[in-house]
């Protein structure tokens, strides 16, 4: 499977993560055989018509967060303020305290699940996901990077562009 944005080329379904070492890099960037045999599910096929409805169902989107602040009643969670693309930038909710320092979330480019049902997180409502990867430990995580160059609000997607529902190329 590809993993794609509107605003860039197919890449490969490897997390994209912003560490630059290697000791930190996503789990999800292992081999079709290493995830196939850790998680039980077989990616080295094509998927399912069930399966790409499921994908097609989910609304990621390239985020950037303009504001974050430690959460008053959890010493665990942060509080961003995303913009993913709407009129009004997103409050979502993360449990990255303990993996990324605070000046280190201010204005980062992230991949955000925007169709979530909101829920509250310790007396703060949450509207979405940001999504992460980690080491095979959890002793590492990051928040998955968007392409350079992509723009708040930019669909993600799997596969090709002309397989897109609605795509125009």
């Known amino acids: ?5 509107g605003a860039d080329t197919p890449t490969t379904s490897t997390a994209t993560s912003t ?6 890099s996503s789990s999800m960037s292992s081999t079709d055989d290493e ?3 850790s ?5 080295s096929g094509p998927i ?3 399966e790409q409805a499921a994908l097609e169902a989910l609304d990621i989107r390239v985020g950037r967060i303009i504001g974050c602040e430690r959460h008053p009643d959890a010493d665990s969670l942060y509080i ?14 993360s449990g990255l305290v303990q993996y990324v320092p605070i000046e280190d979330m201010q204005q980062r480019p992230v991949i955000v699940l925007c169709n979530l049902k909101p829920r509250n997180m310790r007396g703060i409502k949450s509207f979405g996901m940001l999504l992460a990867a980690s080491d095979e430990s959890h002793e590492t995580v990051e928040p998955l990077a968007p392409a ?4 708040p609000g930019t669909r993600v997607w799997f596969g090709q562009q002309q397989e897109q529902v609605g795509s125009t190329a």
């Open 1 to 5: 499977p590809k993993i794609t944005t």
């Open 19 to 24: 560490a630059d070492t290697p000791s930190s």
């Open 35 to 37: 995830a196939s045999s």
């Open 39 to 43: 998680s039980g599910v077989d990616l």
């Open 48 to 50: 399912s018509a069930e």
């Open 80 to 93: 961003e303020k995303i913009d993913v693309g709407e009129a009004e930038p997103r409050t979502i909710v």
């Open 148 to 151: 350079a160059g992509a723009a």
